[in-house]
């Protein structure tokens, strides 16, 4: 079993050396169960070489069974302790930046008092990573977008307003709220691919194609951006409470949303530990 989770390991950190500070064990000692496995199953995993390491074929083919046993061993662990009276496990979540910043870190304070013997660790990513990992097993859960992907199972938490913004001395910004085509014209900060969704729908709906001049992940960097005159964008409404920035933020004349909710493989066949979570950060969205 520990073979098994060394080697989910050095595929997701990409190095023996980054697995090993992980696992704090040595690089050697890494290397040495790799070894191990792939003499135990008469089969080459992973190739090493100077650019790092990548999987063979048939290491593809495996790993998905090899998190399966880990994940099934996890719940194992979990259920025993729930028999003996115990809260413990580890859960791997998936989240956006938004999220992480005005969610998580009150959640897991909280959640860290009340269950400290639950690990949380977190996976950032934008939507169609997050999905991606729900689906192969390396997160349990994670935040998306609704609607997400029809083989996932998803619980809806908030919805929330798209705002528009603008320069603080742009013209548009003297009027109470924005048509979605008086942005025709103007150029636009669209968040990057996987971020994009949202924005991209709205312009959908009203057969339009955005003048994209810069495409950028991080959210603060699109509100530099449209604080320095270089464009208007469309963001979430959590994502612009309490900003530095000088801007105008303005609705839509109709209005769009976006819901954020929570989605995992499987909400019957999740850990005892994951549904705790599941269930606390749904109680305390409501």
């Known amino acids: 079993m520990f073979k098994y989770k060394i080697f989910l390991c050095v595929v997701e950190m990409g190095s023996f050396t980054r697995a090993g500070e992980v696992l704090n064990l040595t690089q050697s000692a890494i290397s040495h169960a790799i070894s191990g496995l792939e003499h135990e199953l ?56 938004s999220v992480s910043i005005h969610w998580l870190p009150r959640i897991l304070k909280k959640f860290n008092e009340q269950f400290p013997l639950i690990e949380v660790k977190l996976l950032d990513g934008n939507y169609h990573e997050i999905e991606s990992w729900i689906v192969s097993g390396e997160a349990d859960f994670g935040f998306v977008n609704l609607p997400t992907l029809d083989t996932l199972e998803a619980l809806p938490l908030k919805e929330e307003s798209m705002l528009c913004l603008l320069p603080s001395d742009h013209i548009l910004g003297k009027q109470a709220s924005i048509r979605v085509e008086q942005l025709r014209d103007e150029p636009f900060i669209m968040p990057v691919a996987g971020c994009d969704t949202d924005v991209r729908n709205i312009f959908s709906q009203h057969n339009m194609s955005p003048k994209i001049k810069y495409e950028l992940e991080d959210d603060h960097a699109i509100m530099a951006m449209v604080q320095n005159g270089l464009g208007v964008s469309i963001l979430p409404e959590m994502i612009l409470s309490h900003i530095p920035y000088d801007i105008s933020i303005r609705p839509l004349d109709e209005r769009h949303s976006r819901t954020i909710g929570i989605a995992t493989a499987s909400l019957k066949n999740v850990s005892p530990a994951a549904k705790k979570c599941m269930d606390y950060i749904t109680e305390w969205i409501n």
């Not at 662990?77 to 115990?86: C, D, F, P, R, T």
């Open 42 to 97: 008469g089969l080459t995993l992973l190739i090493r070489g100077r650019s790092g390491i990548r999987l063979t074929n048939n290491g593809e083919r495996l790993m998905k069974r090899f998190r399966e046993i880990v994940q099934m061993d996890e719940k194992l662990y979990q259920e025993v302790a729930l028999i003996k009276g115990l809260e413990i496990g580890t859960v791997k979540i998936g989240t956006f930046s």
